[in-house]
């Protein structure tokens, strides 16, 4: 029933281009996707997501079940009409956030309990519950409840967070009644042949898609893409490879070389409320003094909104003042930035230059901050 | 050397449609301003300005003196370019910011003391300073620095202020040295044989539009309406006629009637961030719980970009999930409400239908909140 699909196009060493087909449209991937927690990427519209090169977004389970309620959400036409985004969306089970917002969290086989951030009331979610949920919120793609263990945590924490995972996804795949394609999430921390258990039972299973979890809980960026690399390689050729909550724009590059191709991450957009800017010449602190006068744009070789209309002078000027404005166009920005970074990679990956844009780009990642 | 002009295009009773002109492009008249206190209308660009109909905005000179500077915004090629709006902009004299802002206040005939409410730094703004600033900001329209006596105040301290703000606007008149065209303010409070000698004094010294200045600051609505008659028949037909910092739509339509060109009020912006909406059904506090399943948009009657693509149910979860989407959405709606009202009001005059449209607009406002 669900219009989802993949197909690899084009591969470079292992790095993949691939296009993936929703109900609500098409995604080209490598792909990396705005979080839209509440319904809503931060300070910009779904036009500005389209101006920056979106084709898919990211919303969060728990925060939409608790407010406004997924319910609601369905009975006024989906996510997508709610927030008037026509393109794919995906969501993620709820289970992260319980996790790291929640309080008094209490897991056992059954689900997660746990008291609303909001306003203290106790909730269970269960593999069935988020499914029920998703498919309420009407996502393209609904991820299965998964136990994401912190760090750091024991070989035998993670080897019961592995089993568990395996069965909530059992019981998620069964329970999904939704328009969209379920993925499962490979857990299992740094422990290779727990990473392989945990993709042996998935593939056993069988998903429209797998993702890299547990990764993006603080471990070194070696770390990270030492376990997308090798996790990715454990995944079926024709299904998309999500890396979950990853990354730093150098993150999703060797990502990318290890064979991911889904991402979703707050840092371009939590970075830019924090005047923290992405550009072609390093990073820019859009509050410091040097830009003061300074009339050029953020990016000198970006075309984004915010780069072709305003100054560094005018953008530290509103950040300072704490004007709702900054906010929007420096979030315009560093989504071009990252999303502009997908394509370069899509780009490359399709002419065969994928090893030469990685070396390119670790070269201009290794620059200083602009100005310094 | 100002390319200002002013013409009246058509009467109906006290009303007039007029076109004034600038160097940075005409604008139709009566003209609504929306605010943009620090080079920056909260939460919207340029692009989304021109899209709810605006032709000119105002800025004001207290803030951006204090920062980023008038200095480095002239350095920076102006307010315009500074801000990349490209059309007419107004800005205020600093004084009533100064008065209602500022700290340790001191007012002589030289002009006013004052400490700054960011750093508590201490300036002093005379006339010829406020010229100097709006010069360096390049604004198409400056204001003379006038003294507007708080409510409630003596007969003797409204006169004493107008003798003084008499004073002060021969003072910037000669002082300025900028682009733009410069208005003089009329005072008096509510003394009529005082408004009198205030426009005589401002009339004899000659200036290219003339405002109605001390309104606003708390007076009963019939007392702004009664003002702005009154003393915009005391101005001459060939002048535009500013009526400072009104108002509610309903202020803005008995003004229009009594012969009133210009117009600034944050309250249509400010309002927007609040969550109260104009609507042409009423007043609509979106946070009500009347809203969260209510599909519809937010005026059924508009076609902005906030009511073409967004449910109020949708508005109602992002204000009360203090998403800045909701800011930038709702103030994109509140102005287009009212410069669709300013828009209103000219077809009517033109037309020759104001009364009727006065009438019928009394009749709408009359109406409870939607859904009460």
Known sequence: MSAFSFRVAARDGAARLGR?????GEVSTPAFMPVGTRATVKAVTPEDL???GAEIVLCNTYH?????GHELIRDLGGLQRFMHWDGPVLTDSGGFQVFSLSSLRRVDDEGVRFR????????????EKSMEIQ??????????????PPLPSSREEVAEAVRRTSAWAGRSREAYRGPGAVF????????????????????????????????????????????????????????????????????????????CDLFDCVLPTRNARNGALFTSEGRVNIKREQYRRDAGPLDPRCSCETCRNY????????FLANEILASRLHTIHNLAYYLGLMAGMRSAIAEGRFEAFRREFEAAMAAPEAGE
Do not use: K, N
């Open 184 to 259: 499962g999430i490979v857990q299992g921390g740094t422990w290779a042949d727990l990473r392989e258990r945990s993709a042996r039972d998935l593939l056993a299973l069988g998903f429209d898609g797998y993702a890299v979890g547990g990764v993006s809980v603080g471990e070194p960026p070696d770390a990270i893409a030492a376990v997308a690399r090798s996790t990715a390689a454990l995944l079926p050729e024709d299904r998309p490879r999500y890396l979950m909550g990853v990354g730093r724009p150098q993150d999703l590059v060797e990502a990318v070389a290890g064979g």
């Open 50 to 52: 389209r101006a920056c």
């Open 311 to 318: 100054s560094r002078a005018y953008l530290r000027h509103l």
């Open 116 to 127: 609303s951030h909001l306003d203290g009331s106790a909730h269970l979610l269960t593999p």
């Open 135 to 148: 498919a309420a919120l009407g996502s393209d793609v609904a991820m299965v409840l998964d136990e994401c």
């Open 20 to 24: 993936m087909g929703t109900a609500h």
């Open 64 to 68: 939409l079940y608790l407010r406004p």
